[in-house]
Structure formats: structure tokens, C-alpha cells
């Protein structure tokens, strides 16, 4: 097993400064709770984290990441809590632990490029802190190099895992070693065929390649002596999983794969490396469209090379890098290779983070850098602000907008499923469609197939996608409410004049009717009685010539009865039009309560408490419910039952008409039982103006000697409503009195 001596030697090299205290205790912290474990390769477990710390040391990262990366299985795989992690090593090691064991729970399924990405946004997103991503790969780097002895199937994953996630966070970082380790460690066990043929094949060819690349490095480095350019040439090392790629994307054989030798100039400066250029493409014939400068034009992670192909010695292709010292420590160290560490250690965890902005730009394959300094200056805020990657129920990743609800995610799903969402469980927990969505959380959607889209969704949502379901839901809703409640109106009206509706509605005379209306079609003509753009009375004048209507019926008919007339206490919403409304008499709604309107069948609309079993039993008829308002006249009053309960003395029914009375309000009905606990009970209909007038009133009663208990009655859903307009009739509660007339509004 590597010894502590040699990660501290490393972070001397680059960090002469670094606080070794915190590793040294960190290496004893974690053998002393790792003690006893080992790894399924049977070595004992502390190497795997000393192996890390030595890799974070190769990332020439801080003391404490390389405390934390010693660290980093302890809360997951010991009995370690994060307490104590926090206690022992301070808030910052503990944060990077902790992101470390957050990443590693995140669960991963998808195989799909696009989840990919999301996912690798997601870690950064969650990690926060640059050090948690380098931590996680050189965790990666290690358990890669410890496959072996795994079972085939988790070798498989591990390595597709890698070669998704990790190794093109490892590119985008810029940081070219750890890139290729992670892609070649995962070929092999992805792809064992292939990587052994590849293998077998490298090294039949190696002796005589050898010989190849040292024939060219002579002569070019003979060139470059000649004409006075100072640089060091060198053959490249092999990259079998890039060769492997070429070899399917650019479906060639093996032995035409040319990019096989490869050499590389480094120089001192800038100007050398197109001087070097030159050399090159005079010494060989230069291969067309195969220039690349990467030097005018780094990739976004900053990588910076001249690349060129040429025809070598006897034909054969040989592709050239060149680039200066500096630019190859960028390419092989990546962020690494930017940060610096000042004297005082704090100041250099700062500058790590102040490299996180940069780091997200750098993760944006797309974005090409134009000007390195405005960039950075544009993306000073969080990149992905706007974005929260969530996860479903399968484990695969969602990007929603920021503020996204769970009706979003919903809708992303299936419209079914955002049609009948009532709820979410984030993480276990149930939440409400309110809730917004956050980084990493893990949601499934809650429906119910009697549940349906709300005009309150729309502001919940962030989605065009949501907001545009939403819509037409509601929209088809609508118009399937207008049709009914149109086509009511109209049997309605066809009824006062004596004749059967289906009779008069099957004759030719519909036909004429609907276009000299104005109309193409029945369901249109419908559609707009039920908006309350076409009067029922105007359709039935062109249905039914008036000669044809019995005299005896012309008064009904001329009589005026609309919501609109003085006297309604509703108001049907975007509707003028003569409504026959009736306030349901099991709940007795007053000013004040939430209510709804029901379109019964024929029998006009009944009013209801909102929660009244009434309405709230009719989802499968959602569009029979209307959207209705209050607008009492004000001398208005409404029947509403209430029970008191006094102490059983004289006089009591006195003092509370007399409170009453005071309050301006009737009594319309009367019960008095007496028990024999000595308590009096009033059942009682009072006329009430509204909801407050009601509070006022039991105020005063309560105030009364003797009353123990005011209460309202609603007698909610004592019986389901049938669909034949009865929904507001004889659920009154028991025997409603036949003084109380039944209230109709008309
Ligand atoms: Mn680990």
C-alpha cells in the first residue's frame, strides 16, 4: 500500500506551504474506521482512499480536498456520522465529504446521451464546490483500476458510468491524463473483444512503429536544429480508446487508422510553434483540411495546440502537435493547472472556487470562447440558474426551468399524467403541487384518474409545454360546458311553448334555424347559447314561427328571466342570458361562501357550497360545473339553519329572538327539544344577509346567558345528486317545513 510519506511529498512539490496536520489526521481518522474492512480484490480497504488522496495529489489539489478524498467513504461505508466528520475537520472538509456521498447516491439508469449530459450538469450543479467533482474522480480513476475482481455486470456499469459521466467531465476540465485513463480503464471492460484485438494488434506492430517514430523524430528534430528553432520531439503515447472511436465513427480497419503515429513538438514560444508548423510542411507534404489552430482558437477548456496530418517518410500519415511547455501542462492538467497557492493557505481555497464559473463554462461543450474575458464576466452568475435537475421514479434526469412545480414534471411525463396529478412525493415526502422542484430531488407525480386540471395550475406553471396543456384542457372544457349548458337553454325554451324539444329540434327547420343564426353547425349554435352570445329565446323565434305557439304560452314565453334582472343573488360568469338558478338547498349557501354551479338536466342551474358533496362528487362531469359569483341585492337575505344549544331555563327562546332582533334577523322556523341533562336545543332557519352578518350574529348569541353552543348547519351531500336536476332538491336536511318555500331565483 502507497505510504502517507508519498502524498505529503506530492503536495510539498506543488503546495510548500500546505497544512500536512489535516491529512495526517485525516490518514488516521480513516484507517482507524475503515480498520478491519476490505476490498473485494481482498486488499485492505485504506488503500483504496489513500489512492485517491495520492490521485487528488496528481490534480495537484489542496490539503483539505486531499483530507476529504482520504475521507470520502467514511459517512457512506462506516459507522462514521457526518457529525462527526464536522466535528474533527470543520465545516469545509465535512462539505466536500458530504457532496462526495451525495453524488455517489445519486442514482443513474439512462443510457441516453441527452440524460448524460443533464446528469453531468446535475453533479456540478449539486457539487457547488469543484473540489467535490475532482474528489468523485479520483474515486473514479481508482475504482476503475480495481475492477477485477467484480462480478461482469457491475464491471459493465461501472465502466459505461465512467465513460458517459466521468470522462467527459474529465475533458471538459481540460485535464487530458485523467481523460484518457478513465476512457481506456473503461474500454476494457466495456468492450474486453475489441480492447484485445486492439491490444494484439498495437503490440504486433509495435517494434516496427518504433522504429517508424524514430525515423521521423530524427529527421524533424534534425530540421528544426537547422534552422535554429529550439524544441523537443517526441513520439505520442497511445490512446486506445480514441482509436477505437475512429475506427467506428470513421468505419475504418485498423491498419488504415493513420493518426496511429502521432508526434508531438514542444517548444518555448508561441511564434516557435508556427515556425515549427512551417518545418514541418516543408520537410513532408501536408495532408489538405487536416490543419487545425488551436492556438488562434482554443476549445472551450482551453486547450491550445497546432494540429496538422502530413505525409511522412514513404507515405505513410503521421499527424503533428505542436504546442509551448505551458500549453502542454494545460492539456494534461486541465483547471489544474490554473490554480496557484499563495502563502497564506486560506487564500488558495478562495481562488479555487473563484475558478468555478470558469469550470461551468468550460462543462458547456457547445459554447465556443471568443473573448476569454467577457465570457468569464457574462457567466459570473450560477450557469445553470435558470435549470434544477430532477429525477424520476426510473432514475432518469429532468431538466425543468427553475420554479418548475411538480405540474411541469407532470406534464414532461405525459399529459395524462398532468391532467390527473393531485400531488408529488419528493424524496419520500409528499408535497403539493406548489412545491418547486430542487437540484437532485427524486419525484414521483401522485394521480387521480377523478382529478382534473384547474384554472389555478396556470400560475403554478413554468413550462410552455404545461401551460399550453393546461389551456387547451380547459379551453375544450369550456367549450364542452357551453354546449350543455346551450343545449338546456334551449330545450328550456322549447318547453314553455308547450312542444316536445326532440320534435322540433329533428325538423328541417334546425337547419335553416342555424344558418340564419349564423352559424355552420348545431354544436356551434349550441356553443354560443352557452356562452351566452346567442339568446335561447332568438334561436327558438326562428325554430318555431309564433303562430305556431299555443296563445296561452305567449305570456310565459315574453316573460323576462335572466340572472341579470334585479333580484338574483348570482351571477353566472361571461353570461347575460336568461338562467333559471336555483341555491342548492343541502348546504344553503349565503354571501360570502365559496360557491359553484351545477347545470342539472333541465332544470337550470343549482348553486352550491364549493365543498358540498354535491359538486365535489361531479369530477366525471366537470363540465357540467359552472364558475358562479355573488351579487346580492342588497336588502337580500338567505334561509340558513342553525343549531344553539342553552341551559334549560325560562325564557330562554325570548333572549334569543331578542338577540335576534337586534341583529336585524327573521326567524323563519322554529325547534325547540328539551333533553334531560337539562340542556335546551334550538333548531332554528334565520334569514341571513351574509357571511359576516352570520358572525356578527352569533357574536351576540354567544353573549347570551345560558347559550352554550352556536353552530351553522349545512346538511353537505347527504345524498348524491342524480343527474336528473334533482341535485339541489330534497337534500335539505330532515323535513325541510312547508312554509320554507323553495328558493328560486329567476
Ligand atoms: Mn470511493
Redesign the pocket.
Known amino acids: 500500500m502507497r505510504k502517507l510519506s508519498e502524498i505529503t511529498d506530492a503536495v510539498l512539490t506543488y503546495h510548500p506551504t500546505a497544512d500536512l496536520d489535516v491529512i495526517f489526521n485525516a490518514y488516521m481518522f480513516s484507517a482507524k474506521a475503515h480498520r478491519g474492512q476490505s476490498r473485494d480484490s481482498g486488499e485492505a480497504y485504506l488503500s483504496?482512499p489513500v489512492e485517491?488522496a495520492f490521485n487528488l495529489t496528481r490534480l495537484k489539489m489542496d490539503e483539505r480536498t486531499i483530507a476529504a478524498g482520504l475521507l470520502?467513504?467514511t459517512i457512506e461505508d462506516t459507522l462514521t456520522t457526518s457529525d462527526e466528520i464536522q466535528n474533527v475537520f470543520g465545516e469545509e472538509v465535512y462539505h466536500l465529504v458530504e457532496g462526495v456521498t451525495k453524488i455517489g447516491q445519486m442514482p443513474f439508469a439512462s443510457k441516453e446521451e441527452k440524460q448524460a449530459e443533464n446528469y453531468r450538469k446535475m453533479v456540478l450543479a449539486m457539487a457547488q464546490d469543484i473540489r467535490v467533482v475532482m474528489i468523485k474522480l479520483a474515486?473514479r480513476a481508482h475504482?476503475l483500476k480495481t475492477l477485477d475482481s467484480l462480478p461482469e455486470e457491475k464491471q459493465k456499469r461501472i465502466a459505461r458510468e465512467t465513460l458517459d459521466i466521468y470522462a467527459p467531465m474529465a475533458n471538459r476540465l481540460g485535464i487530458g491524463w485523467l481523460k484518457t485513463e478513465l476512457e481506456d480503464g473503461s474500454f476494457k471492460y466495456l468492450h474486453p473483444g475489441p480492447y484485445r484485438t486492439l491490444l494484439k494488434k498495437v503490440e504486433q506492430v509495435e517494434s516496427e512503429r518504433g522504429l517508424y517514430v524514430e525515423e521521423c523524430c530524427r529527421a524533424l528534430d534534425r530540421e528544426l536544429k537547422s534552422s535554429g528553432i529550439a524544441g523537443k520531439v517526441m513520439g505520442r503515447p497511445k490512446h486506445f480508446y480514441s482509436i477505437y472511436q475512429k475506427m467506428i465513427v470513421q468505419d475504418l480497419p485498423f491498419d488504415e487508422l493513420y493518426d496511429l503515429v502521432g508526434l508531438r513538438v514542444i517548444v518555448e514560444s508561441e511564434q516557435s510553434c508556427y515556425a515549427v508548423l512551417g518545418v514541418v510542411h516543408s520537410l513532408w507534404r501536408p495532408i489538405p483540411g487536416k490543419f487545425k489552430d488551436y492556438i488562434a482558437m482554443p476549445k472551450p477548456n482551453r486547450y491550445q495546440s497546432l494540429h496538422t496530418t502530413v505525409s511522412g517518410p514513404r507515405g505513410q500519415r503521421v499527424e503533428v502537435q505542436i504546442r509551448t511547455a505551458e500549453m502542454h501542462r494545460v492539456a494534461e492538467q486541465g483547471i489544474a493547472a490554473h490554480w496557484q497557492y499563495k502563502e497564506d493557505g486560506n487564500s488558495s481555497v478562495k481562488h479555487l472556487n473563484d475558478h468555478l464559473d470558469w469550470v461551468r463554462t468550460m462543462m458547456e461543450e457547445q459554447k465556443e470562447i471568443k473573448n476569454a474575458k467577457d465570457f468569464l464576466a457574462s457567466f459570473k452568475v450560477d450557469l445553470y440558474f435558470q435549470e434544477v435537475f430532477v429525477f424520476t421514479p426510473q432514475g432518469e434526469v429532468v431538466a425543468m426551468p427553475r420554479g418548475a412545480t411538480p405540474i411541469d414534471l407532470a406534464y414532461n411525463i405525459h399529459t395524462d399524467i398532468g391532467h390527473h396529478c393531485i400531488a408529488a412525493k419528493v424524496n419520500g415526502k409528499l408535497v403539493s403541487l406548489r412545491y418547486k422542484l430542487k437540484n437532485g430531488d427524486q419525484v414521483e407525480v401522485v394521480t387521480d384518474d377523478q382529478k382534473f386540471p384547474s384554472r389555478e395550475w396556470l400560475p403554478l406553471v413554468k413550462t410552455s409545454k404545461a401551460r399550453n396543456k393546461i389551456s387547451n384542457y380547459l379551453n375544450h372544457r369550456e367549450r364542452e360546458r357551453s354546449r350543455i349548458l346551450g343545449t338546456e337553454l334551449l330545450e328550456n325554451m322549447i318547453r314553455k311553448t308547450g312542444l316536445e324539444p326532440q320534435e322540433v329540434l329533428q325538423g328541417p327547420a334546425l337547419d335553416e334555424a342555424i344558418h340564419s343564426c349564423g352559424f355552420n353547425n348545431y354544436d356551434n349554435l349550441l356553443m354560443s347559447v352557452g356562452y351566452g352570445k346567442t339568446s335561447a329565446r332568438r334561436v327558438l323565434e326562428k325554430l318555431v314561427p309564433r303562430e305556431k305557439i299555443p296563445a296561452a304560452r305567449h305570456d310565459e314565453l315574453a316573460e323576462k328571466t335572466s340572472p341579470g334582472s334585479p333580484g338574483s343573488p348570482i351571477r353566472v360568469k361571461d353570461f347575460e342570458d336568461e338562467l333559471l338558478i336555483r341555491m342548492g338547498k343541502c348546504c344553503n349557501p349565503i354571501p360570502g361562501d365559496s360557491i359553484t354551479g351545477y347545470i342539472t338536466r333541465g332544470r337550470g342551474i343549482s348553486v352550491h357550497h364549493s365543498q358540498c358533496p354535491s359538486v365535489t362528487g361531479l369530477v366525471n362531469e366537470s363540465e357540467r360545473l359552472l364558475e358562479v359569483e355573488w351579487d346580492p341585492p342588497s336588502e337580500a337575505s338567505f334561509p340558513t339553519r342553525v343549531s344553539i344549544v342553552t341551559v334549560e331555563k325560562q325564557g330562554q327562546l325570548a333572549k334569543i329572538s331578542q338577540g335576534l332582533a337586534e341583529c336585524e334577523v327573521n326567524i323563519t322556523r322554529a325547534n325547540v327539544r328539551l333533553s334531560g341533562f337539562k340542556r335546551a336545543y334550538f333548531d332554528l332557519t334565520i334569514e341571513i344577509h351574509d357571511l359576516s352578518h352570520l358572525e356578527k350574529t352569533f357574536q351576540r348569541l354567544k353573549q347570551i346567558d345560558g347559550v352554550l353552543h352556536v353552530e351553522r348547519v349545512q346538511e353537505f351531500g347527504k345524498k348524491k345528486p342524480s343527474l336528473k336536476g334533482d341535485a339541489w332538491e330534497g337534500t335539505g336536511g330532515p323535513e325541510p317545513s312547508e312554509e320554507e318555500p323553495e328558493r328560486v331565483s329567476s
Do not use: E, Q, Y
Open positions: 483504496h485517491v470520502h467513504d474515486d475504482n
